[in-house]
């Protein structure tokens, strides 16, 4: 499930107690904006929080949820371009979307599996949701919904290229810490609402357990850093390992952590030079890059599980 339903998680959660109803797309058929498994979660009072569609649908579904919340059963219901009100409720970009709307409760989406999705994320684990479209009752069923765990991101070297690395990481909704030892390089002034570590890279890297929605990036160029994050990050199921440097310094990192004892097998998760080949000029353009191919390599990750 590549959706990105964090704010609808933080949402339920927030709103315990409450009656709400969920929408999650549950079918896509060519340009539907918003991907298999997304959520919309409304509140009672009229609040909700996340799109099923990037705007399209959205107004017809609070009215469905309303009715849901109001008592009336799980609905599914389908917009596309054909539909006689195309421009108000359905999709003029040209796709087709199905929305299942739920109630929160035993005779939906029962409250309980908000908490138990999100112990799993804690824990860097997946967790799948199924359920019945026919009846809109979550906990068994042929739909299955997979709630990957939250995606991290792991800078090592406190250098101009991670400052615009972290931001982008932030605006992706990518959780970002920067490790680094040396002190005047890690500061909150140069890493404004970023998460901070002045422990020794390969330390760091393992305490924190990287997993497969975790990318590791190496930038200090400097081998007594980053080689020791790097080892830390291959020994775990790091999902998208990435060094910054020339294909020359990256030969001879090959050569230093194959004589440390790092498997061929390992040394090829690591991309190096890091980053897609967007012929990117200065730290701006460098960390773009970079951004782009972590968030590529999530996705074809993500793809692999489903």
Same mark, same amino acid.
């Given at each position: 499930?590549?959706?990105?339903?964090?704010?609808?998680?933080?949402?339920?959660?927030?709103?315990?107690?409450?009656?709400?109803?969920?929408?999650?797309?549950?079918?896509?058929?060519?340009?539907?904006?918003?991907?298999?498994?997304?959520?919309?979660?409304?509140?009672?009072?009229?609040?909700?929080?996340?799109?099923?569609?990037?705007?399209?649908?959205?107004?017809?579904?609070?009215?469905?949820?309303? &009715?849901?919340?109001?008592?009336?059963?799980?609905?599914?219901?389908?917009?596309?371009?054909?539909?006689?009100?195309?421009?108000?409720?359905?999709?003029?970009?040209?796709?087709?979307?199905?929305?299942? =709307?739920?109630?929160?409760?035993?005779?939906?989406?029962?409250?309980?599996?908000?908490?138990?999705? &999100?112990?799993?994320?804690?824990?860097?684990?997946?967790?799948? =949701?199924?359920?019945?479209?026919?009846?809109?009752?979550?906990?068994?069923?042929?739909?299955?919904?997979?709630?990957?765990?939250?995606?991290?991101?792991?800078?090592?070297?406190?250098?101009?290229?991670?400052? =615009?690395?972290?931001?982008?990481?932030?605006?992706?909704?990518?959780?970002?810490?920067?490790?680094?030892?040396?002190?005047?390089?890690?500061?909150?002034?140069?890493?404004?609402?970023?998460?901070?570590?002045?422990?020794?890279?390969? &330390?760091? =890297?393992?305490?924190?357990?990287?997993?497969?929605?975790?990318?590791?990036?190496?930038?200090?160029?400097?081998p007594k850093i980053d080689d020791p994050a790097l080892i830390a990050a291959l020994a775990a199921p790091t999902g998208y390992v990435a060094a910054l440097g020339s294909r020359k310094s990256h030969a001879a990192r090959l050569e230093r952590l194959a004589a440390a004892g790092v498997a061929p097998a390992d040394l090829a998760r690591i991309q190096g030079p890091a980053g897609l080949d967007l012929g990117a000029v200065g730290p701006a353009e460098i960390a773009l890059s970079i951004a782009a191919a972590m968030v590529k390599t999530f996705h074809e990750i993500?793809?692999?599980?489903?």
């Amino acid at each position: 499930m590549g959706a990105d339903n964090d704010s609808v998680l933080a949402a339920a959660r927030a709103w315990t107690g409450a009656r709400m109803a969920l929408a999650t797309v549950v079918s896509t058929w060519g340009s539907a904006p918003r991907p298999r498994g997304s959520h919309m979660i409304v509140h009672e009072d009229g609040r909700f929080e996340g799109s099923v569609s990037g705007g399209c649908v959205e107004s017809d579904i609070l009215v469905t949820a309303a &009715e849901v919340i109001a008592g009336a059963p799980a609905i599914l219901k389908a917009y596309g371009v054909a539909d006689a009100a195309a421009w108000e409720v359905g999709l003029p970009c040209g796709g087709q979307v199905e929305v299942l =709307v739920q109630p929160v409760s035993q005779a939906g989406f029962p409250p309980e599996l908000f908490g138990a999705i &999100e112990a799993a994320r804690a824990e860097g684990k997946a967790f799948d =949701v199924a359920t019945d479209l026919a009846t809109g009752r979550s906990g068994e069923g042929a739909f299955v919904n997979r709630y990957d765990p939250p995606r991290r991101l792991l800078i090592i070297g406190a250098v101009q290229i991670a400052q =615009v690395l972290a931001g982008l990481a932030r605006e992706l909704g990518i959780s970002c810490t920067v490790i680094d030892p040396r002190a005047r390089f890690l500061t909150e002034a140069r890493f404004p609402a970023t998460m901070l570590d002045d422990h020794w890279p390969d &330390e760091a =890297v393992t305490a924190l357990r990287p997993d497969p929605a975790t990318a590791v990036v190496t930038l200090s160029h400097d081998p007594k850093i980053d080689d020791p994050a790097l080892i830390a990050a291959l020994a775990a199921p790091t999902g998208y390992v990435a060094a910054l440097g020339s294909r020359k310094s990256h030969a001879a990192r090959l050569e230093r952590l194959a004589a440390a004892g790092v498997a061929p097998a390992d040394l090829a998760r690591i991309q190096g030079p890091a980053g897609l080949d967007l012929g990117a000029v200065g730290p701006a353009e460098i960390a773009l890059s970079i951004a782009a191919a972590m968030v590529k390599t999530f996705h074809e990750i993500g793809h692999d599980r489903a």
